[in-house]
């Protein structure tokens, strides 16, 4: 700074308003702006590159939390730890309890799609407990149903008694 | 020239006007004449609008394969009525409900009504318990049920009579015959009133335009039962009645036998009793045992009255389990004066027949 005082500075800075780019300068400025930024990066390795994107594109999201490297981990593995849990807890195929069921002696009926009907001779009018069959509610159906409505009652009374 | 364009256009307003008076007198006169017809599918729209929010299809499967039929919410909790032959034997059953379906559990099934009730974990809408005493020959009523694979359906008819009789037997209460098309599906629909009341509930089909339901009294005393012990109670005293040669005090149901060890003979009925009145149901006729009959419960006393000789006597007898109900729990120990032959006035001479 001692070799130039304010004169010689004033000076230059006249000689600066003459001053003019070369022919072209500003039409080649932007292509060669992106020709050296491609340089530069291109010094780069191409992992190093992908990891920029992506933290590009993460951020591009405001997902502020993903740059912390070990906040990255441990959500990734805990995702996997419940997939996997979920994955082993899997319900099993629901099985249609056939246990404790009564074994009914009514005859084939001659329309079976209209009717569970039998006479109450054959039959026996009890109650049952309680029965919880949620868990099996679930099970898939397929096919037509049977449509119920009776065409006989379920249950007669054979004679006057009470 | 403005007077011209003013003159035609006043007569164009004018028959304008002359054929909107034509086009709304024709309107009201097409729609008075099946006025009886339109208000009747009012009435019938009115109670589908109303009640087809608390009637669900019930799936299920049983040793059959699966099975589809109807039902209906009786209280705020889930609780609903079916028919026996769509919730009683069934597994696997779930309800369906505003488009989604819900597990149901079985509370009861009662196989002497028919009914079946069963329990779904939800806040549902609730049909109101009518009453069917009040329904006469001819009573406009309608059904809410899912026929088939459809979506819920009115069916619309009329009470035909009130049997006890049918298909060679006897049902264990009165039931109502009612001339509608029921269709496959519609097992358990609630019958309805105009009042969108359950009168009853549809079990079986009867020829091709009618059907069976069984009373809603009938089914609500099963639900009493089911809340008073966590199951259905039939009571029995253990008489058989048949039918007398002549009336006595208007009633022809005699008491044919009485079966030993049972309450009936603890209390000291006999042979030869004709039956008056069973609790509150007055007896004219053996078939009207049947009523009274239904209604007994295990475990409650009932008086019963009935004319021996020229005597009217009244007995307190408390009910034991019907034959055919299982399990059949041990009651608690009868009142004093169960079981105990009582005549009517207990300080004065048993009243006579003149």
Known sequence: MDEFNDNEITKLLRLKRYEQPSPGYFENFLHEFHRRQRDELLRQPLWRICLDRARDFALSFNLSTLTSYPAAVTAVLVCAAVISLRIYQAPQPATVAAKDRPVLVVPASTEPEWTLAS???TRVFNTRSLRNI????QTHRSG???YVLDSVPVSYETTFKF | MRRLSSSSSGQGFRLLAKLAFLAAAASLSAQQTPESATSLSREVKDVFERCAKAVVKIEATDQHGELSGTGFFVDPTGTLYTAYSVGGE????TVEFKGKKYPARQLLADLRSGIAMLKVDLASPALPIGNSDQLEIATPVVAIGYPLDLAETPSFGMIAGFDRKCFGGYFPTKHLRVNLPPQRGEGGAPLLNFNGEVVGILLYSFENNSCYALPIEAAEKIRSDFVRFGEPR????????????????GSRAVTKDIVKDTPAAESGMK???VVLQIGRTKVHEPEDILDASFFLTAGDVVPITVMRGSEKLTFSVQADFHPASQPRPQL??????SNRAMPLNLQSAPERTP
């Open chain 2, 234 to 249: 039939h009571g029995w005293i253990g008489a058989n009645v048949a039918e007398a040669s002549a009336p006595v005090e």
């Open chain 1, 119 to 121: 006479p109450v001779a």
């Open chain 2, 271 to 273: 042979p030869g009793d």
């Open chain 1, 134 to 137: 949620k868990e099996s509610a």
């Open chain 1, 144 to 146: 037509t149903p049977r």
């Open chain 2, 90 to 93: 069934a597994e696997n059953v």
């Open chain 2, 332 to 337: 608690l120990a009868a009142p004093p004066l």
